[in-house]
C-alpha cells in the first residue's frame, strides 16, 4: 500500500509539473490537424496567423491550411515581396495533374495576359515539382525574399522557383481577386 501512496504522489507531481510547464510552440488544431504556432525556414521566422477548413461543394472536407506570416507582415500584404508560407493537408486523394491543372488556371485568372505569359516558363518548372498525395499529406508553399517560393511534400523541399512576380501569382492561387474560396481566404486572413 505504502509503494501505491509514492507513485501516487509521483504521478500528481509529474501532472502538475507538466502543467505548469510553458507552452512552447503551442499549436492550432483544426478537423484533427495540427500546425505549429510557428516554424522556421532558412532561418527565417514565420508565426502562424490563422487555420481553415476548405469545403468542396459546402459538403466535402477537401483540406485544412494554415497561414504562416514573416515577422512584421500584415495579412493585407499577402501579395507583397513578403515572407509568408501556407501549409494544407488533404484529406482526400489527389494526382499531381490535378495541382498543375488547378495552378495553371488560378494563376491565368489572378494575372493580366502579359504577365501570364512572362510567368509561364516557371509555372511549368512549378508544375513539374507537384507529387500525387494521399490522405493526410501536407504540402508546405513557402516564399522568401530574395529566395523565391519553395514546395514541399511532407518536409521534403521538392525545389524553389525565383521571383517575388511568381511567388505573388501563386499565392494568388488562395489570396488573389480571383482566388480558389473566398470564405476560406477570409479565414487565414482574419487571424485567431
Not at 489572378?110 to 507537384?130: C, G, H, M, S, W
Request: aromatic share 10%.
Amino acid at each position: 500500500m505504502h509503494r501505491w501512496l509514492d507513485r501516487g504522489i509521483v504521478l500528481a507531481l509529474i501532472a502538475t509539473c507538466a502543467l505548469a510547464a510553458p507552452q512552447v510552440g503551442a499549436a492550432a488544431k483544426i478537423e484533427g490537424v495540427e500546425f505549429a504556432d510557428a516554424v522556421k525556414v532558412r532561418g527565417v521566422d514565420l508565426r502562424l496567423n490563422a487555420v481553415g477548413l476548405l469545403r468542396y461543394m459546402f459538403v466535402i472536407k477537401a483540406y485544412v491550411a494554415g497561414l504562416y506570416l514573416g515577422e512584421g507582415v500584415a495579412p493585407s500584404e499577402i501579395l507583397a515581396d513578403r515572407a509568408k508560407r501556407l501549409e494544407i493537408t488533404y484529406f482526400y486523394a489527389l494526382s499531381s495533374e490535378d495541382f498543375r491543372t488547378s495552378t495553371h488556371d488560378c494563376i491565368r485568372r489572378n494575372v493580366d495576359e502579359p504577365t501570364f505569359a512572362k510567368l509561364l516558363p516557371r509555372i511549368e518548372q512549378f508544375n513539374a515539382l507537384y507529387r500525387d498525395v494521399q490522405p493526410n499529406d501536407r504540402y508546405a508553399l513557402t516564399y522568401l525574399p530574395g529566395v523565391g517560393t519553395e514546395l514541399a511534400l511532407n518536409g521534403q523541399s521538392l525545389g524553389v522557383i525565383e521571383g517575388a512576380d511568381f511567388g505573388s501569382a501563386v499565392f494568388a492561387i488562395w489570396f488573389g481577386e480571383e482566388e480558389l474560396d473566398a470564405g476560406l481566404k477570409k479565414t487565414l486572413l482574419a487571424g485567431r
